[in-house]
């Protein structure tokens, strides 16, 4: 019932930024219930981890320790987009980025936004790919 479309992705020299878009379309307001939407990544040959999480416009995010101070996410309601500005880039941040959401009860950010079983509805993923 939520579609999830990602974009932004693409090659960046290291130290460079890059902003990931994740568009989300369906039924996302529910009484009761909050959308939160993730980031995750996959590097080759590795395990999905996640990256950050929002679960409002109010919030300042949730996020893996290898990307804090260096990765932000945000949104545009009116546009029903999620970002995720990606500064000081590096080789380890190569990898297929993956969106997600589902909808609960009065969530509040932690850990558990970053866990894959956390979300019903992905993404189709992009590439980033960070050279040297």
């Known amino acids: 019932q939520v579609q999830l479309v990602e974009s932004g992705g693409g090659s960046v020299q290291a130290g460079g930024s890059l902003r990931l878009s994740c568009k989300v379309a369906?039924?996302?307001?529910?009484?009761?219930?909050?959308?939160?939407v993730a980031w995750f990544r996959q590097p080759p040959e590795k395990e999905r981890m996640g990256v950050a999480a929002?679960?409002?416009?109010?919030?300042?995010?949730y996020y893996a320790d290898s990307v804090k101070g260096r990765f932000t996410v945000s949104e545009d309601s009116g546009k029903n987009t999620v970002y995720m500005q990606m500064n000081n880039l590096t080789s380890e941040d190569t990898a297929v980025y993956y969106c997600?959401?589902?909808?609960?009860?009065?969530?509040?950010?932690?850990?558990?936004?970053?866990?894959?079983?956390?979300?019903?509805?992905w993404g189709q993923g992009t590439q980033v790919t960070v050279s040297s």
């Open positions: 369906g039924d996302t307001r529910s009484g009761g219930r909050t959308t939160c």
């Open positions: 997600a959401a589902d909808r609960f009860t009065w969530p509040r950010l932690g850990a558990w936004t970053l866990k894959s079983g956390t979300y019903n509805y």
């Open positions: 929002t679960c409002s416009s109010g919030d300042t995010g």
